[in-house]
């Protein structure tokens, strides 16, 4: 629950400031995101593919809005 709270006070946080759409490459964004799963349980076996050089427009601060979990 606290996890819940914390994302909505970030999501809150975030929101109030004027969104900046940009290009931004979800293949990076994804591999990235895939290289800290990876990271965080090396033992398990996994396959991804990831299309490259996919772009979209949209504002980073949203997109990439996560919390860390440890």
Excluded: G, N, W, Y
Excluded at 38 to 43: I, L, N, R
Excluded at 61 to 66: D, E, K, P, Y
């Amino acid at each position: 629950m606290s996890h819940l709270i914390e994302d909505l006070l970030r999501l809150s946080r975030i929101s109030r400031q004027e969104m900046e759409r940009e290009q931004v490459d979800l293949s990076a964004l994804v591999s990235a995101i895939v290289a800290e799963l990876c990271e965080a349980d090396p033992a398990t076996d996994r396959e991804v593919i990831i299309k490259e050089q996919v772009f979209a427009s949209a504002d980073r601060r949203l997109i990439q809005a996560r919390s860390p979990r440890t």
